[in-house]
DNA sequence: TCTGGGGTCCTAGGACCC
DNA sequence: TCTGGGGTCCTAGGACCC
């Protein structure tokens, strides 16, 4: 059996967990930049003319009329609550997958007792009272099949308050009937319409297809999915997460940008940012994808976009040396004359740090692991940024990001500390 | 004025090898 | 009339997830 722990409306719930005067409040946390809603709470979710993923600005009237509370995400916050909501999964089973920010997947087969709904209920009642955060839990037999008791869970949370176990036949047939194909988890938006457009509308009708049809039209991917509605386990528990691929970052800058100096400012600073995510995995990258483009949804604006991969000579987690390859990357595809909007890096071709094979004619650079060392331990210890290489420049206000509704850091910096006022000592 | 960011996996087709 | 068979590697594009 296995669990499918997710976070109610995550983001917005940890704005909401040191701030009792929003709780039972709409609340809305934005897109880098702040662009669109990417999360809303129930209270947010209630109000219809607030759609998710509408750009702000269209909605800016609704969301003042309606009182919502509006934040900017806050990364560093969430992925730290995350952590304390991970670490607490792990006391009930040994076997956790995170499988992403705000949901993880735990194998119960054999721990969970003969009452499955009571254990579930343990898991979020002990995950609210140490951290705050409200989840749902489903558990089922198929890693598929537990998302669909999950959203269950939670559609019905009043009668089954946020927990729901498919644990009989009877219970899996009528929860297929009632989950719908496009909620599937693994059927988006084009395979949806494909079913429907042949008269599946359900997951059950999904299930009743043929595994040839399945195989023809959805590749390996769909049958497997058939398979785990069907009750037949067929995705496992990835306990170890695979060494990532990819390393990238790619933000849109605050204002459109078309001076060079400036973007290679801001994309030395963004190799900066990976290439110290690839030392803390302790991995060297082959290959560097630097990209740019205009805004697309400028009708005004000459559009150009472009995109370029170059092999470095030797793979490398030296941010020097990465920075001065991103340059050589970008200069090839910069055109002057467009006003720019994003600039990205990826660095590819991930390799442990101890199998990296020597270049005769490119010899590592004395003392670069330990230069690079001081840089992470300067960083960690007096915060992110604080030593850089001078090529990311002092210019950083004319491109960053806007974030005008950033909450406190609460948990992860010491002058941004939740602080608790006492009716006797009324705040200062 | 203003429209997110970071990933994964699979397939088909082309270039190339012997 | 008829033009092999068995591979690998890479890329672009599509589909999906949060």
Not at 35 to 61: H, Q, S, W, Y
Not at 95 to 109: A, G, K
Not at 197 to 211: D, P
Not at 283 to 312: E, G, M, P, W
Request: hydrophobic content about 40%; some cysteine; overall charge positive.
């Amino acid at each position: 059996m296995v669990a499918l722990i997710d976070c109610n409306s995550f983001y917005a719930s940890c704005e909401q967990v040191f701030r009792p005067d929003l709780w039972g409040k709409p609340v809305v946390v934005l897109s880098n930049n702040d662009g669109c809603v990417i999360a809303a709470n129930r209270e947010a979710k209630a109000l219809t003319d607030i759609p998710m993923f509408e750009p702000v600005f269209k909605i800016r009237e609704q969301l003042k009329a309606h009182q919502v509370n509006v934040f900017s995400s806050n990364y560093a916050f969430y992925g730290e609550m995350s952590q304390r909501v991970m670490n607490i999964l792990h006391q009930f089973s040994p076997q956790v997958e995170v499988y992403s920010i705000d949901e993880s997947f735990i194998d119960v087969t054999g721990i969970i007792s003969a009452d499955a709904t009571a254990y579930a209920a343990q898991i979020r009642d002990r995950v609210y009272r140490y951290t705050g955060l409200p989840v749902g839990v489903g558990v089922a037999k198929t890693k598929v099949l537990a998302k669909a008791a999950n959203r269950i869970a939670k559609k019905f949370h009043r009668q089954l308050n946020t927990v729901y176990v498919i644990d009989t036949e009877e219970k899996r047939i009528k929860a297929l009937k009632w989950l719908k194909v496009e909620d599937v988890w693994g059927i988006g938006r084009q395979h949806a319409k494909r079913l429907k457009s042949i008269g599946v509308h359900t997951a059950y009708e999904f299930t009743k297809l043929s595994a040839g049809w399945v195989r023809r039209h959805m590749t390996v991917v769909g049958l497997r999915i058939w398979d785990e509605l069907n009750g037949r386990p067929r995705l496992g528990i990835q306990e170890m997460p695979k060494p990532k691929k990819g390393i990238g970052t790619a933000k849109s800058f605050g204002r459109p940008l078309e001076d060079l100096g400036l973007i290679e400012e801001a994309c030395a600073y963004y190799i900066s940012e990976v290439a110290e995510v690839l030392r803390a995995q302790k991995s060297c990258a082959t290959f560097i994808n630097v990209f740019l483009h205009t805004n697309r949804f400028s009708v005004k604006d000459a559009q150009y976009s472009n995109s370029i991969t170059i092999t470095l000579p030797v793979a490398t987690n030296d941010t020097l040396r990465l920075i001065a390859s991103a340059k050589k990357a970008l200069y090839q595809i910069y055109k002057p004359g467009y006003r720019y909007k994003k600039v990205g890096v990826c660095l590819l071709g991930i390799v442990p740090q101890e199998f990296v094979q020597g270049n005769l004619f490119h010899p590592e650079k004395k003392n670069v692991q330990a230069l690079m060392e001081t840089f992470d331990r300067l960083n960690y210890k007096y915060g992110k940024a604080k030593v850089y290489s001078a090529l990311c420049g002092n210019r950083k206000k004319e491109w960053q990001l806007i974030q005008e509704e950033r909450g406190p850091r609460y948990t992860t910096r010491w002058d941004e500390l939740a602080v608790i006022h006492t009716k006797k000592q009324p705040p200062a």
